[in-house]
T-cell receptor, first 113, second 112 residues
Framework: EDKVVQSPLSLVVHEGDTVTLNCSYEVTNFRSLLWYKQEKKAPTFLFMLTSSGIEKKSGRLSSILDKKELFSILNITATQTGDSAIYLCAVGNSGAGSYQLTFGKGTKLSVIP | DAEITQSPRHKITETGRQVTLACHQTWNHNNMFWYRQDLGHGLRLIHYSYGVQDTNKGEVSDGYSVSRSNTEDLPLTLESAASSQTSVYFC???????????FGQGTRLTVV
């Protein structure tokens, strides 16, 4: 059974701190790993990673994938209260012509002033 | 702007009733998905479709059905609503396989 595990499940930091969110996975036929941010409603797409060791960056957020050790991290530097959200990791796996996303349970990040 | 919309946003229904949740996207995406999100479980795949007339079961498909008669719409039907189906339902779409999926705003369904 495919599995995606995120840690920690919740995290409280002060504005300006740097945080690292973790995602490990066990899936057959790995194709990609995706990060989403979920505030009050719909998850919004952040990154998709397919190759090991290549960092993706967007402003204060960055992410990297290690396909040998089967994990990814999402870093947020100089956190702001607007970063408070649930961060979801999903792994895309394919087989027999199908492609599905398996999600972890998420990390709830709270940034306090 | 192209988008994905779900309706209704909130619904309360009684046990045993048939309920249909609508999902409409204007991106002309081939792939569409339905997920449910519950505390402690994260997002779980209910059904998905890779194109018109194509539907597939996901991880938690029992009690749900979908149909895909055109590219834009993938309605989700609960045949006989049960309290265990109280959840937040998200529809998503992607342009093709192995690309990011974009989510609708969600439908909060309560079965009483």
């Amino acid at each position: 059974e495919d599995k995606v595990v995120q840690s920690p499940l919740s995290l409280v930091v002060h504005e300006g701190d740097t945080v690292t969110l973790n995602c490990s996975y066990e899936v057959t036929n790995f194709r990609s790993l995706l990060w989403y941010k979920q505030e009050k409603k719909a998850p919004t797409f952040l990154f998709m990673l397919t190759s090991s060791g290549i960092e993706k960056k967007s402003g204060r957020l960055s992410s990297i994938l290690d396909k040998k050790e089967l994990f990814s991290i999402l870093n947020i530097t100089a956190t702001q209260t607007g970063d408070s959200a649930i961060y979801l990791c999903a792994v895309g796996n394919s087989g027999a012509g199908s492609y599905q996303l398996t999600f972890g349970k998420g990390t709830k990040l709270s940034v306090i002033p | 702007d192209a988008e994905i919309t779900q309706s209704p946003r909130h619904k309360i229904t009684e046990t045993g009733r048939q309920v249909t949740l609508a999902c409409h996207q204007t991106w002309n995406h081939n792939n569409m998905f339905w997920y449910r999100q519950d505390l402690g479980h994260g997002l779980r795949l209910i059904h998905y479709s890779y194109g018109v007339q194509d539907t597939n079961k996901g991880e938690v498909s029992d009690g749900y059905s979908v149909s895909r008669s055109n590219t834009e719409d993938l309605p989700l039907t609960l045949e006989s609503a049960a309290s265990s189906q109280t959840s937040v339902y998200f529809c998503a779409s992607s342009v093709n396989r192995n690309t990011e999926a974009f989510f609708g705003q969600g439908t909060r369904l309560t079965v009483v």
